[in-house]
């Protein structure tokens, strides 16, 4: 019971943290005269993408054994599936709820829903999440992101003498990538977006850099520590519920790592700012294909058994669904949620795998 309750608690605070993250990454932007776009690309991918690179750095270099390490392997890929899927989906998700909302009272003012809440349909929830500039915008990042991940993938199923040299090169793959966005984050700035007072100094029109800072590490650290105690409540729970812990490791604890970039996803859409809950998702997951997997190559065997390899494909899978639909300007709410069908079809394809 104790678990359930931790487990609980550990959420709420994720989800309170990164409300004051957000508005904390958001001033730090300001700040830093960083663009839009990339305080969600760089500056919230990097602050919730952190706790995951740390445990692969921890994982790696420390581990007493080569399973101990390959924990630091299954982290680097489990990241990027979970974003791939599960963030999109739920993103994908709360538009829907929230275009759901918006339109109903235009809807019963008009005399367009009946008793039973059901009405004519309009084009809202099928309007796509951006306009064709967004979704060459959003494409960009996925077109970064692929390439480099079919390599990482690929290098799991071969072994010679200088694959650990190139992790080096994932390096310097995201030091392209950041300082692309660094430069060209000010492209995306033509909405002028009032942000809200930083929590810190709620009365001041334009906060001091030192209570900016304090607000961000304050609130990253809560992140940090609730993120790892809320997946050491869920390896207890697993077995209690009936789940091995590689099922656990494999289908949940990959969730429960990404939960900050989900919380911030669902904040940001809350708020209507779908462009930096997406552009938070496809940053994190930049870093996710680059700096654990950098870490990985230097320090271990990178070698990828069944599961490994399911998880690299179905990743895959997500992320050319997600291209198609974004170059057809297609990527309406539905369909960016029709994302999380995939870690379902990761679930399932599972069983034979590990039975």
Known sequence: MVHFILLIACAVAIYLSCEWFVNAVEWLGETLNVGRMAVGTILAAFGTALPESVVTLVAVTTGATPEAKNIGV???????????????????????????????????????????????RTGDTEQAVGSEKDMKRLAKDQKWFLPIFVVKVALGLVAFSFKPALGLLFFAAYAVYFWREIRGGHDEDSEGVELEPLKFQPR?????????????????????????????????????????????????????????????????????????????????????????????????????????????????????????????????????????GFYVLFALGLIPILS
Do not use: C
């Not at 669902?266 to 700096?291: C, H």
């Open 74 to 120: 299954g982290a680097a890929m489990g990241g990027p599936l979970a974003l791939a899927t599960v963030a999109y989906g739920v993103t994908g998700a709360m538009l829907l709820l929230k275009r759901r909302k918006e339109r109903t009272p235009a809807l019963v003012a008009a005399g367009g829903v009946g008793p039973d809440g059901s009405g004519p």
């Open 204 to 340: 001041a029109a334009s906060p001091a850099t030192w209570a900016v800072a304090a607000q961000t590490l304050v609130t990253l650290a809560v992140i940090f520590f609730a993120s790892q105690l809320f997946v050491k409540q869920l390896d207890a729970i697993g077995p209690m519920i009936g789940l091995s812990a590689s099922v656990t490791a494999l289908l949940l604890s990959p969730i429960a790592t990404e939960l900050p970039e989900i919380m911030n996803a669902v904040i940001w859409v809350r708020q209507g700012k779908t462009k930096l809950a997406l552009a938070n998702i496809s940053g994190a997951m930049m870093i996710q294909a680059t700096v654990p997997s950098g870490l990985g190559l230097l320090f271990t065997t990178w070698h990828f058994d069944g599961a490994l390899l399911w998880s690299g494909l179905i990743t895959m899978a997500a992320i050319v669904y997600l291209l198609l639909t974004m170059r057809a300007h297609k990527l309406t709410p539905a369909r960016l949620a029709v994302a999380a």
